[in-house]
């Protein structure tokens, strides 16, 4: 991916992210954390993936919470309700596996601008398949009628799903990226697509040169097809190797792209000097949108979904499992001593520090 200009896209500047909406973000963090003091059987800090609490004989309950974002405009356009479920089932069950919780159930919430809309049977038909995927029941939920405050990109069709995610963990099996030394491997299990990240930009780059019905060269599929892939669901290749190999963490790419891999308690950085040819999705959203590798990275998942930190001898091993399960693996990186936490790629020459992405000096 070569450097981009500075006048490309970025996620700034489609107006996701804003210096004051960091400190009001800031402000509301502090006032929940002041709640932490009123259960100490919480055992993990905010920034991690889940949070666990101590419900005695040595198990903890994990919880997570999370939405399908703008997504949901894509299944808006193209008139199809029936994938987005899957989605919201993947982005709260994904966050659990990373702290080595087994999931359970999830509670689903809808927000609807028009409740007698038969789009509610397609988004429970997506709830029902990703929960299959995950091996999670979703035994209750909310479905809110808001037709003042919901509004879609055509009357009637609004609607927002989030979904809150349960499972238990051993206590003294809890994943927190604790112990990792240098020379760990870092295995990186494939994504579908984009997942469920990334997608104010990418409309704002794809949409304004290409229909939904059009197929760009590379993509071998409509650029609606491609846009609505559901997230990789990782649960069961995760729980495999959470019993057969010494992982030492799991990382969720999502929100923030690589500086995920700072979500640890160990001292160390990572150095992903091994990483796979990108998707053409990606090139072609850079390509259009003008957009810098220090953008991409920190935006995009640029086709990994999901980091395994394991000893090196293990990495192997999780291969194989995740291959067992239909998705391509590989060794993307290694683990290296560093209290900075630096996320350092090689092939786009940028380094991710506590900020965000910088080029590489």
């Known amino acids: 991916m070569p450097k981009k200009t500075k ?9 996701v992210v804003a210096k004051d909406a960091e400190a009001s973000f800031k402000t509301l963090i502090a ?55 899957i989605d919201c089932v993947a ?7 990373c702290v080595g919780a087994r999931p359970m159930a999830m509670l689903d919430y809808i927000a609807i601008q ?4 038969p789009l509610l049977g397609e988004l429970g038909q997506g709830l029902y398949h990703g929960a299959l995927q995950a091996g999670i029941t979703i035994p209750a939920g909310e479905v809110a009628q808001l037709k003042e405050m919901v509004r879609g990109l055509k009357p009637g069709i609004g609607f927002d799903l989030v979904g809150t995610a349960v499972g238990l963990v051993d206590l003294n099996k809890l994943v927190v990226g604790q112990g990792i030394e240098e020379g760990d491997a870092v295995v990186g299990l494939a994504s579908s697509g984009l997942h469920s990240n990334g997608y104010t930009l990418a409309r704002k780059v794809l949409l304004s040169k290409f229909k939904l019905s059009q197929r760009p060269k590379g993509l071998g599929r409509t650029l609606g097809e491609e846009l ?24 969720h790419i999502t929100g923030e792209g690589y500086r995920n891999l700072r979500r640890i308690r160990s001292a160390a950085g990572f150095v992903l000097d091994r990483f796979p040819e990108i998707p053409p999705i990606f090139k072609l959203i850079q390509k259009e949108g003008g957009i810098e590798n220090t ?7 640029l086709g990994i979904g999901l980091c395994v930190v394991v000893p090196r001898p293990e990495a192997e091993e999780v291969i194989r499992i995740s291959r067992e399960f239909g998705i391509p ?8 001593k560093d209290p900075e936490k630096k996320i350092v790629m090689p092939s786009l020459k940028v380094v991710g520090k506590s900020d965000r992405f910088h080029e590489e000096s």
């Open 295 to 301: 953008e991409m990275a920190h935006t995009f998942n």
């Open 7 to 15: 006048k490309g896209l970025t996620y700034a500047r489609t107006g």
């Open 228 to 251: 609505l892939e559901p997230t990789r669901i990782y649960v069961k290749p995760a729980l495999q190797m959470l019993e057969r190999c010494s992982v030492k963490a799991l990382i």
């Open 91 to 97: 982005m709260n069950v994904n966050d659990l596996i």
């Open 114 to 117: 028009n409740a007698r809309h």
């Open 329 to 336: 693996a590989q060794v993307i990186g290694h683990a290296v």
């Open 31 to 85: 006032w929940v954390n002041k709640t932490l003091q009123n259960r100490p059987e919480v055992k993990t800090e905010v920034g991690l993936y889940a949070t666990v609490i101590d419900i005695g004989h040595g198990q903890g309950l994990a919880l997570s919470t999370d939405g399908v974002g703008t997504k949901l405009f894509i299944a808006q356009m193209l008139g199809r309700f029936d994938t987005v479920g």
